[in-house]
């Protein structure tokens, strides 16, 4: 059976510190000096009571503990109870902060991204400002430079200027000129700079010459490495071409022989025909037929190494591009088109061609 506290209404466990009044009832004995601090009478019927007369009392545990394990069962789920709620308001209040913290986040995010637009508008405007007075500083030093240049070119412009009007005024007013200004050193600046501009102008006559010689000789140059590089892109467009076409054409040959061709269990190939219903017959033993296959690229070598209808265009400065141009380039054949018809195509207007540069 269970035991309770009257005054803190716990069950008594064998741990606890139990004591008896001298009425004969039981409590805490921490419950109990708190209650006679307040009253020296018992907490449940009121007899006299005091503090000397408390006696201890001591439980004795049986060897089944049912009962004993039922009353500590119920004081641990009070606990796990009273700690769950506990926990349960403290998870509470934590997502509450939680919430609280999630909207000032937001808060100083939206002020942060408020902040970092309006620095990057003050690096825009100062990265602006910047660019303007690195312009401003380039036109002052620049109008200073012009202006030096003007402070020395001036004494030279009046000195042209009295040269042209002396070159282009008639024998009277260039007379006239010196009749006005005798003075020795003007008549031998005119005379100075005249000659000066002569020698330049013949300097500058020889120059021009040669670098029309020298330029006319590049172009010649470059004409003729152009026109040997189109000679050669032709040449190696064309071969490129026929090496393409006979490629292709001797793939899809042995890749039809090979779908046409079987293999028989005794070692012996078979024609695959269409009506097999009879029996198979030995078309040539299989030896034969692997001794004498060779790879593509062998054959691609032999068709290299034989005479080819497209030497006479390999050797012709025209090649293969106005047939490209036409329509015939070395792109990959579609499924559609023939092979052999497309090869035969090709040699076809290969040979007029070669015949065409042959006559020329």
Sequence with gaps: MNLLCAICSDLFLPSDDVHSTTCGHMFHHACLLQWLQRSQTCPQCRHRCTESKLVKVYFNVAASAAAEDGA???????????RLHESEKSLKDCQKKNADYKEEQKKVRKILLGLEDQLRGKETTLFAYKHEIDMLRGDRKQMVKMQEELDTLRPKLEAYATIKQALTATVQEVEQMLASDTRRETIIALAAALKRELQAQEVKRKEQTDRIHRLQNEL????????????SISTYESEMYRLNQQVRSQSKKYSKDESSESISPDGSLIVNTSDQAGPARRKRPL?????????????VRKILASTSPYLRIKTSNVGLAPLMRSGLSAKPLTKSRDPATTVGVAQGKSSGTGTGSSGT
């Design 72 to 82: 500590q069962l119920l004081v641990k789920l009070d606990n796990l109870t009273l």
């Design 220 to 231: 010649a140059e470059e004409r003729r490495k152009r026109k040997a590089l189109e000679e």
């Design 287 to 299: 030896g034969d037929d692997l001794n004498s296959s060779t790879p593509l690229a062998e054959k």
